[in-house]
């Protein structure tokens, strides 16, 4: 269900909007207003993200992007943790 919603405007801007008849300008304003929206959201995603970096004590130089190779390495070293301790844990058994 949709909802009627009343802009005010310039009378100069409305007589150039009058010379783009071809133009939906309530879509342009719906467009623009959900846009707005998804950035101002965004906004508020990041503000969480950076308090959870905060509060997980992790530096924020820790979360920079990482060459091939050191990614690689990275890999190599969880995977070797994670088969110690899978290994631990049937041995315990």
């Excluded at 950035?39 to 990482?66: A, C, F, N, Q, W």
Aim: hydrophobic fraction near 35%.
């Amino acid at each position: 269900m949709s909802v009627n919603f009343t802009v005010r405007i310039p009378k100069k801007l409305a007589e150039r909007m009058r010379k783009h008849s071809e133009i939906n300008w309530s879509e342009v304003v719906r467009r623009s207003i959900e846009e707005y929206l998804r950035m101002l959201e965004e906004i508020k995603y990041r503000e969480h993200s950076e308090e959870l970096i905060e509060r997980l004590g992790v530096s924020k130089d820790d979360l920079r992007p990482m060459s091939a190779d050191e990614e690689m390495r990275m890999y190599e070293l969880m995977r070797e943790r994670e088969w110690k301790r899978l290994s631990s844990m049937t041995q315990a058994q």
